[in-house]
């Protein structure tokens, strides 16, 4: 048993231990498949709708799958609990910082778009749109980023960084194939740490007296 | 044992810590509810490493002593049990962090 006093990481280990599941990184990188799914269907189903219908369906099936995963298998495994209003205060600060780095985000890129179809670029190194790919990357990669940050959610860097790769890739080969990659990447990596985790959490045995009480879960 | 000089009824000496809360895992047990504001059996026992029995015999002082609370709630169907530091829990927790931190602060180097 650990006897370190530092509450402050106490209550930081208690939080972590929900990302060591693996099914965020599986999650995340579920959705950048989808996307390039959408993005390779086209036009090729009749009408844009009905593409979006088929993304929305994916979505819909990974956000349920997840909620599942955590129902299911960490909950029973790591138990329940209502952490304090400081981390729900972080959370809240996340959601924020997310909404507002999107639209700032996209605002910053459309400009840059914008000016670079105007200036011109004489004899620089770099196309139009390796320099549109590389924002569009860096942009995708600082969101993520920040979202790993204020979760404490540490492989959250390098899933960042696959989603710029993936971003920006596909913004200067043009074709979804690094969606593909980044999210078999990022789903791999989580595939991995689940089976560690249900290795490392058995589900619990219970305890007969709190099963004479009713506590069946 | 050496007091400081200002507020001598302030002073905390050895044998006036909190002897519920001083063992290690009832330590750590009211610890890890300080830091959340509730919390069930299984995730206790994942982060103490305590058994069943331990966890159950010590709750059941910390309990009696009205530091934690045991709450039944229902998900769904399904019974579940909730635990959480009572204010008074909480009180002797933060009286039990400033006392040991003024006695060991008073030992001489």
């Known amino acids: 048993m650990a006897h370190q006093m530092s509450l402050a990481q106490i209550e930081r280990k208690a939080w972590t231990s929900y990302f060591d599941d693996g099914l965020l990184d599986i999650f995340l990188g579920l959705m950048l498949l989808i996307v390039g799914v959408s993005d390779l269907l086209g036009d090729s189903l009749g009408s844009r709708l009905w593409v979006y219908a088929v993304y929305a369906l994916l979505v819909g099936m990974a956000c349920l799958g997840y909620w599942a995963g955590k129902r299911f298998m960490t909950v029973p495994r790591l138990g329940r609990v209502v952490f304090g209003p400081a981390r729900k205060a972080r959370r809240r600060k996340t959601a924020i910082i997310l909404a507002a780095q999107i639209i700032v985000g996209m605002l910053l890129t459309g400009m840059l778009a914008a000016a670079l179809l105007r200036v011109p670029l004489g004899g620089a190194p770099f196309s139009r749109s390796t320099l549109l790919a590389v924002a569009v990357g860096l942009w995708v990669m600082i969101g993520v980023s920040l979202i790993a940050y204020f979760l404490d959610y540490t492989r959250g860097y390098l899933i960042g960084t696959l989603y710029g790769i993936g971003f920006g890739g596909v913004e200067m080969l043009g074709n979804p194939v690094t969606f593909f990659v980044a999210g078999a990447v990022t789903m791999a990596l989580g595939t991995f740490v689940l089976f560690r985790f249900l290795r490392k959490h058995p589900m619990v045995a219970h305890d007969p007296r709190m099963r004479e009480a009713g506590d069946a879960e | ?109």
């Open chain 2, 1 to 109: 044992m050496p007091s400081s000089d200002a507020g001598a009824e302030e002073v905390t000496t050895i044998g006036e810590i909190d002897r519920l809360v001083h063992e290690p895992a009832r330590l750590m047990i009211m610890a890890l509810l300080y830091v959340v504001e509730s919390a069930d059996f299984t995730f206790l026992i994942n982060q103490t490493g305590l058994t069943w029995g331990n966890l159950s015999s010590h709750l059941s002082k910390l309990e009696e002593a009205g530091y934690v609370e045991v709450e039944k709630e229902f998900k769904g169907k399904k019974p579940h049990t909730m635990l959480h530091l009572t204010d008074e829990g909480r009180a002797a927790f933060r009286a039990y962090r400033r006392s040991m931190k003024q006695v060991l602060d008073d030992l001489p180097d």
